[in-house]
């Protein structure tokens, strides 16, 4: 009888178990992506930042903060088109389904396998906000709700708080209608892409105008951010290729780079930036009202850094830290609160993360890793190398690699006009600091003096053992990935 009992409650209780584990709602995704934010504007990477993000502060601080979170590159000048193909798909960069690599290297129909596609098929309510174009449109359409508009205005109705509206309307309409099913919701943002028309307040905030004549400099004002600790009033050499656009035709900045141009620009770029974590604000708010908070995970991203200013430099396509780096903060079930990796991700492994987080399986065309274990903190990286490219333009133009501290970037452009090679160790000199940055006309303008050793380190004669070594690193990266280009000096017979 006691027998007949204990068997007769382990065949109740593990129907029990199994249930209540189908039955345990799926968490929620929210993927916060902004259009060309630098992680060095954020106080969580950049504690001597000027801009004021007091809801991405709090984010960090109740999740996780990645440090070496990188976009893998772009074959064109609009960096954001292949870097939000590879978010969608998981596929590296030369094998998307555009770009050179397209016909070798690419599976057909690969929308029905990207973010919303695979989430739709395991029963989530996707729904998406965010600009218009430079975007992957075949995945984009696979939302099954999808209000996209590119809004850079310094208004409600033409910037950044459209966005929020969209997912606030969505989230009241699943409310109204009682809905249970899991979500994911892709809210990005249009800014603060140029051009960067803040609101009347966050201007007066920081000092800036939205200055529209090229012929005037913006008024000079105490309250503009300081320059950046790495500004340069040109880049060393030719970076990129003639008409490059971010270089020469953003509105308010144009080819200028002088301290007021910039200053003023930085002021624009954080206004913008700050109505962001406003908008973020308003959403995460409403989500903790829905008692939705706890069984999401949130997620705040980029496409790609940006310069603005930086190494005299305005755009994103160039490799140094600020532009290559994107910034990524998670907060979700299981995750630390304040803590943070080095992780070594790129954007494309958000996929196969999104589908180990809730439990479903990456589609087979997915190339990326996830990175699950390191947001539980049983690992503190997926890999070991890091790659990127910058190959508008003139080809093959700009590639990086790095491992542990050591960074190299390598520069073929203008035909081979421009061939430069720069090492930098990323722990004795996080902001890539060049002999430029050491004249005293930089100096006393940006208020930081470098140390000596703070330098490129490609022409050092110490260093020459560990040149050779990133760049063997960096052959065999270009060959792993179907890199269609080779450098000048290296081998092209496997091409
Ligand atoms: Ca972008």
Same mark, same amino acid.
């Given at each position: 009888?006691?027998?007949?009992?204990?068997?007769?409650?382990?065949?109740?209780?593990?129907?029990?178990?199994?249930?209540?584990?189908?039955?345990?709602?799926?968490?929620?995704?929210?993927?916060?992506?902004?259009?060309?934010?630098?992680?060095?504007?954020?106080?969580?990477?950049?504690?001597?930042?000027?801009?004021?993000?007091?809801?991405?502060?709090?984010?960090?601080?109740?999740?996780?903060?990645?440090?070496?979170?990188?976009?893998?590159?772009?074959?064109?000048?609009?960096?954001?088109?292949?870097?939000?193909?590879?978010?969608?798909?998981?596929?590296?960069?030369?094998?998307?389904?555009?770009?050179?690599?397209?016909?070798?290297?690419?599976?057909?129909?690969?929308?029905?396998?990207? %973010?919303?596609?695979?989430?739709?098929?395991?029963?989530?309510? &996707?729904?998406?906000?965010?600009?218009?174009?430079?975007? $992957?449109?075949?995945?984009?359409?696979?939302?099954?709700?999808?209000?996209?508009?590119?809004?850079?205005?310094?208004?409600?109705?033409?910037?950044?708080?459209?966005?929020?509206?969209?997912?606030?309307?969505?989230?009241?309409?699943?409310?109204?209608?009682?809905?249970?099913?899991?979500?994911?919701?892709?809210?990005?943002?249009?800014?603060?892409?140029? &051009?960067?028309?803040?609101?009347?307040?966050?201007?007066?905030?920081?000092?800036?105008?939205?200055?529209?004549?090229?012929?005037?400099?913006?008024?000079?004002?105490?309250?503009?951010?300081?320059?950046?600790?790495?500004?340069?009033?040109?880049?060393?050499?030719?970076?990129?290729?003639?008409?490059?656009?971010?270089?020469?035709?953003?509105?308010?900045?144009?080819?200028?780079?002088?301290?007021?141009? %910039?200053?003023?620009?930085?002021?624009?770029?954080?206004?913008?930036?700050?109505?962001?974590?406003?908008?973020?604000?308003?959403?995460?708010?409403?989500?903790?009202?829905?008692?939705?908070?706890?069984?999401?995970?949130?997620?705040?991203?980029?496409?790609?850094?940006?310069?603005?200013?930086?190494?005299?430099?305005?755009?994103?396509?160039?490799?140094?830290?600020?532009?290559?780096?994107?910034?990524?903060?998670?907060?979700?079930?299981?995750?630390?609160?304040?803590?943070?990796?080095?992780?070594?991700?790129?954007?494309?492994?958000?996929?196969?993360?999104?589908?180990?987080?809730?439990? %479903?399986?990456?589609?087979?065309?997915?190339?990326?890793?996830?990175?699950?274990?390191?947001?539980?903190?049983?690992?503190?990286? %997926?890999?070991?190398?890091? $790659?990127?490219? $910058?190959?508008?333009?003139?080809?093959?133009?700009?590639?990086?690699?790095?491992?542990?501290?050591?960074?190299?970037?390598?520069?073929?452009?203008?035909?081979?006009?421009?061939?430069?090679?720069?090492?930098?160790?990323?722990?004795?000199?996080?902001?890539?600091?060049?002999?430029?940055?050491?004249?005293?006309?930089?100096?006393?303008?940006?208020?930081?003096?470098?140390?000596?050793?703070?330098?490129?380190?490609?022409?050092?004669?110490?260093?020459?053992?560990?040149?050779?070594?990133?760049?063997?690193?960096?052959?065999?990266?270009?060959?792993?990935?179907?890199?269609?280009?080779?450098?000048?000096?290296?081998?092209?017979?496997?091409?």
């Amino acid at each position: 009888m006691k027998l007949a009992t204990s068997f007769l409650a382990t065949l109740i209780l593990f129907p029990l178990v199994t249930t209540q584990a189908s039955d345990s709602p799926k968490p929620n995704i929210l993927f916060i992506i902004a259009d060309d934010q630098s992680p060095m504007d954020l106080a969580v990477y950049n504690p001597q930042t000027s801009l004021q993000t007091p809801v991405l502060d709090k984010l960090a601080a109740e999740g996780m903060v990645i440090e070496g979170a990188y976009h893998m590159g772009a074959f064109q000048g609009a960096v954001c088109t292949p870097s939000r193909h590879m978010i969608m798909s998981g596929r590296t960069v030369w094998h998307l389904p555009i770009g050179p690599g397209v016909d070798r290297h690419c599976p057909p129909d690969l929308e029905q396998n990207t %973010i919303p596609a695979v989430f739709n098929r395991a029963g989530y309510a &996707t729904m998406r906000t965010c600009k218009s174009g430079n975007s $992957y449109e075949a995945a984009n359409k696979q939302f099954t709700v999808r209000h996209d508009a590119s809004k850079r205005g310094g208004t409600e109705e033409t910037g950044s708080a459209w966005h929020a509206e969209q997912v606030l309307n969505y989230l009241h309409e699943r409310e109204a209608n009682r809905d249970t099913k899991p979500f994911l919701i892709y809210f990005g943002f249009s800014h603060p892409h140029d &051009t960067r028309d803040g609101t009347p307040e966050l201007l007066a905030q920081y000092g800036a105008v939205n200055h529209t004549d090229k012929d005037s400099l913006p008024p000079a004002n105490d309250k503009q951010p300081p320059l950046p600790s790495n500004y340069l009033p040109a880049h060393p050499f030719p970076d990129g290729h003639p008409g490059l656009r971010d270089e020469v035709a953003v509105s308010g900045v144009w080819d200028k780079r002088d301290p007021r141009t %910039i200053r003023n620009e930085i002021g624009r770029y954080n206004a913008c930036s700050e109505n962001i974590d406003i908008q973020i604000g308003r959403v995460l708010e409403k989500l903790a009202a829905m008692d939705e908070l706890d069984n999401t995970y949130i997620i705040y991203t980029s496409d790609h850094g940006i310069a603005v200013g930086r190494h005299g430099l305005q755009g994103k396509q160039n490799l140094y830290e600020h532009t290559w780096r994107v910034p990524f903060i998670v907060k979700g079930p299981g995750i630390q609160p304040a803590s943070r990796a080095t992780g070594n991700i790129y954007l494309l492994d958000t996929l196969a993360t999104l589908c180990d987080l809730v439990g %479903i399986e990456a589609p087979d065309s997915n190339e990326g890793i996830s990175f699950k274990s390191v947001l539980e903190g049983k690992r503190s990286t %997926i890999r070991d190398v890091m $790659y990127g490219v $910058y190959s508008g333009g003139t080809k093959p133009g700009m590639r990086s690699v790095r491992q542990g501290d050591w960074k190299l970037i390598e520069y073929d452009g203008l035909d081979g006009v421009v061939r430069e090679k720069q090492l930098f160790n990323l722990a004795e000199n996080p902001n890539e600091f060049l002999g430029q940055h050491h004249a005293p006309s930089v100096i006393a303008l940006t208020g930081v003096t470098p140390e000596a050793e703070q330098v490129n380190l490609a022409g050092d004669p110490r260093y020459a053992d560990k040149l050779a070594e990133m760049e063997t690193l960096l052959l065999a990266e270009m060959r792993r990935l179907d890199d269609p280009y080779r450098l000048w000096y290296q081998p092209t017979d496997d091409l």
